[in-house]
Nanobody, 121 residues
Framework: QVQLVESGGGLVQAGGSLGLSCAAS????????MGWYRQAPGKQRELVAT???????MYADSVKGRFTISRGNAKNTVYLQMNSLKPEDTAVYYC???????????????WGQGTQVTVSS
């Protein structure tokens, strides 16, 4: 079964740092874009950052200069290093990835289960 599993997150004071990781597992032929999204209470899910298999990155304006997205050497893991955290960064963070399956060679977007990040003021 193909899945994305996140880890990390938790509670941190404003100005602190947290790291998130997300690993894809299962019968995967290849992974193209991976990314992080977040959803705060009462708000829509929003893009945080993405990274392609070639290493090209994109960030939301609200996190530029504070967050860094990266991928592991095996390319099936994506990380999000969050520095200088603010209370407005509080949200459930979700990773996603465009995964091409071995069985069909078709590409689908998968989501992780989400992990809570809470930044106290």
């Amino acid at each position: 079964q193909v899945q994305l599993v996140e880890s990390g997150g938790g509670l941190v004071q404003a100005g602190g740092s947290l790291g998130l990781s997300c690993a894809a597992s299962g019968s995967i032929f290849s992974i193209n874009v991976m990314g992080w999204y977040r959803q705060a209470p009462g708000k829509q899910r929003e893009l945080v950052a993405t990274i392609t298999s070639g290493g090209s990155t994109m960030y939301a304006d609200s996190v530029k200069g504070r967050f860094t997205i990266s991928r592991g050497n095996a390319k099936n893991t994506v990380y999000l290093q969050m520095n200088s955290l603010k209370p407005e960064d509080t949200a459930v963070y979700y990773c996603n990835g465009d995964l091409t399956l071995n069985s069909s060679k078709r590409t689908y977007r998968y989501w992780g289960q989400g992990t809570q990040v809470t930044v106290s003021s």
